[in-house]
């Protein structure tokens, strides 16, 4: 069972609106103290003043130390929300892979990096990794998204498996589609694959907090997931044979 909220200190990456904004609020209304990041200043203090907390604009890989002191000098729980769904193929620029890959996954790294020292040292800590079901599966259309967000994921595992024994719990949030900016932007690759079942970004925080009520690492806001991740570790190639069908419909519609 998760632990009393109540004045708990607490860092959203990404916050100026959709999943990040949601997860702010979630915390705010269970009484912890909430640092709203959203590189947009404006984004990230609207939400800030709706929910109660404390805004610190800018690039979420160098965060934790404002986001720290902002604080009072603790932070319990780190949700590295932030991220970019980056579209294309094998094809696309070296800067959008590189961007893909720095927001998507080093971001994590480098927040862990600052993070996990005083979290060993007394024995406690909440990583929070805002993935998709595209770390776990794929996604049609967006080699960059589908590759960086599945280093997203195996960060998140190899963080509980190294860590968890020394108190560390870490949690991988994996939905499908959900009404946000970013499935706007997805156009229609996300239109095809993500809207007919997208949620709302407060099912999601709903999601992380029964997942974390059950100490549980993998959260599924769409639990169906869970069936498509098995069947595509069990009989891979049905699998990608399904997903080439996906794609060839994809392709089709445009």
């Keep these: 069972m ?24 979630r ?16 984004k990230a203090g609207a939400v800030a003043a709706e929910i109660g907390g404390t805004a610190v604009p800018g690039d ?14 603790t932070v319990d729980i780190y949700c590295a929300n932030a ?21 998507n996954v080093m971001a994590h790294v480098r927040a862990a ?25 794929s996604m049609v259309g967006a080699a960059p998204y589908s590759v960086t967000k599945h280093g997203a994921y195996a960060f998140a595992e190899w963080l509980s498996l190294t860590y968890r024994h020394r108190g560390l719990k870490v949690h991988a949030i994996c939905p ?12 229609s690759a996300g239109d095809l694959v993500l809207a007919p079942t997208a949620i709302e970004p407060a099912d999601v925080a709903d999601a992380l907090f029964a997942g974390m009520a059950e100490d549980r690492f993998l959260i599924l806001p769409h639990p169906e ?10 009989v891979p190639d049905r699998w990608l044979t399904n997903m080439n069908h996906l794609q060839q419909k994809w392709e089709a519609a445009q």
């Design 27 to 42: 915390f705010a209304a269970a009484g912890a103290r909430v640092v709203v990041n959203d590189l947009d200043a404006d």
């Design 113 to 137: 990096h600052a993070l996990l020292p005083d979290w060993l040292e007394r024995g406690s800590g909440r990583f929070v990794s805002t993935v998709s079901a595209a770390g776990l599966l």
């Design 2 to 25: 998760v632990e009393s909220l109540q004045g708990q200190s607490v860092v959203v990456t990404g916050a100026g609106g959709g999943i990040g904004a949601a997860l702010a609020a």
């Design 176 to 187: 499908q589609g959900v009404r946000t900016d970013m499935l706007t932007a997805s156009g």
């Design 225 to 234: 997931v869970a069936e498509y991740y098995t069947a595509r570790a069990a």
């Design 83 to 103: 991220g970019l769904a980056s579209g294309g193929t094998e094809a696309a620029p070296e800067e959008v892979w590189a961007a893909a890959w720095d927001v």
């Design 60 to 73: 979420a890989s160098t965060v934790v130390e404002q986001a720290r002191d902002a604080l009072g000098g």
